[in-house]
């Protein structure tokens, strides 16, 4: 059986990039002719090697002010690496064509999401709430000092748009429960996001 791991959401006929890529891997492995297993995930959460919530807590580490675009109140569910990889694992054993959302047992707003991390690594950040196209332009120069891409607007959206939620049946690890037990290392070190998936470029 072949596999992927693409995303919640994914669709040819999204307004997102992100999302139409992944709708072109699903495409591609069905053409393949085998049995097939595609796992969505909405937001992972859980491995030492995660960008999005460590990258939070090392800004929240560092930073007078965070910004949570659009109001702060877009919903995501996250779901732990060690859930998606066990479930992975189970689809290998079954000969049907599967294709699966996958989320976490919590749902959160935003604004909520970044205070509990502010809250576990000890934070003394102020929450403030902007516009979208603020966060966006902040994300930019913040990205062009790390040399890095912080968040694109097409991820901003994505978020706006309620696409690191979902209706399914949830499963696994609680974020709020993995949150406390690992804050001592969340937010040490930044993670490098084109450093990592860009291994033979220079920035």
Not at 102 to 131: K, Q, W
Request: proline share 4%.
């Amino acid at each position: 059986m072949k596999a992927a791991v693409t995303g919640v959401f994914s669709s040819a006929d999204s307004p997102f990039p992100y999302f139409r890529g992944k709708a072109a891997v699903e495409d591609a492995l069905r053409r393949i002719g085998c049995s097939y297993a595609i796992l969505r995930p909405t937001l992972i959460f859980g491995g030492r090697q995660e960008v999005l919530v460590n990258n939070i807590a090392w800004l929240l580490r560092r930073l007078p002010l965070f910004l949570l675009p659009g109001g702060g109140q877009s919903l995501l569910q996250p779901v732990s690496v060690f859930d998606v990889a066990r479930v992975a694992a189970d689809m290998a054993e079954i000969d049907d064509d599967l294709i699966l959302d996958l989320a976490g047992p919590e749902t959160f707003a935003f604004a909520d999401f970044v205070e509990r991390i502010r809250v576990a690594v000890g934070s003394h950040a102020r929450l403030v709430t902007v516009p979208s196209g603020v966060a966006s332009a902040c994300s930019a120069v913040g990205g062009l000092i790390l040399r890095d891409r912080l968040v694109t607007h097409d991820e901003l959206g994505a978020l706006a748009a309620d696409l690191l939620a979902c209706e399914t049946a949830t499963t696994g690890d609680r974020f709020s429960t993995w949150l406390p037990e690992n804050a001592s290392w969340l937010g040490h070190t930044y993670a490098h996001e084109l450093r990592r998936n860009w291994r033979a470029g220079t920035v």
